[in-house]
């Protein structure tokens, strides 16, 4: 069974650019949720998404966006880049009757020069 | 803004020894707890979901129990060895999003 693919595994952008991250869950799996790492601030939930529909968002500004298609990919989008954007961002999905636990992929991290 | 908190921030054992980490967690709107595994370069790994109150859950020298009513929970490790140097990090969950703890830091010397 194929784990939460991540793709790309790295990236570089630069300040001021957008970038889109893309996340395929388990194949079952409706639920999508994308977290960002950053060293001073442990994982923060961005935002989760459900059967195409966001049903909740953290507190990041309006520049991080997603959206999940019929197949329950999902992609994130963060445009005006800033130095601060650089992270690991992590996606995980779950399933909506296989109990509570989510699982995470490897992650995309994204620096910004 | 919830607040998870997990205590030590890192924490170096000897091979062998038993250790135990703590988190907390508001007690009010719960949902589950969650224990993660996080190597370096690898996807945190779920270790336990626990819902309810005095639930204890284990997985070979990995253990864990949490008490709601006061708002925390215990991650125990018997025995550690090489292999279990990792992040831990516990997750609080109010529904469909987990708030995480900062992750204790095990580092197990040979």
Not at chain 1, 8 to 23: D, F, H, N
Not at chain 2, 99 to 108: A, E, K, P, W
Request: glycine share 10%; charged share 15%.
């Amino acid at each position: 069974k194929a784990g939460v693919t991540q793709t790309p595994r790295y990236l570089i952008k630069t300040r001021g650019q957008q970038v889109t991250l893309s996340c395929s869950p388990i194949s079952g799996h409706r639920s999508v949720s994308w977290y960002q790492q950053t060293p001073g601030q442990g994982l923060q939930f961005l935002f989760e998404y459900f059967s195409e529909t966001q049903r909740n968002k953290g507190n990041f500004p309006g520049r991080f966006s997603g959206r999940q298609f019929s197949n329950s990919r999902s992609e994130m989008n963060v445009s005006t880049l800033e130095l601060g954007d650089s992270a690991l961002y992590l996606c995980a999905s779950s399933s909506p009757t296989g109990g509570l636990g989510y699982t995470f992929g490897s992650g995309t991290r994204l620096t910004v020069v | 803004i919830l607040n998870v908190e997990q205590s030590p921030q890192s924490l170096h054992v000897q091979e062998g020894d038993s250790t135990n980490f703590t988190c907390s967690f508001p007690s009010s709107n719960f949902y589950a707890l969650h224990w993660y595994r996080w190597e370096t370069a690898k996807s945190p790994e779920a270790l336990f979901v626990m819902t309810l109150n005095g639930d204890e859950k284990k997985k070979g020298r990995i253990s864990a129990t949490l008490n709601t009513k006061e708002g925390y929970s215990y991650l125990y490790i018997k025995g550690s060895q090489p292999e279990d140097s990792a992040t831990y990090l516990c997750a609080f969950s109010s529904g469909n999003m987990l708030t995480f703890g900062g992750g204790t830091r095990l580092m197990v010397k040979p």
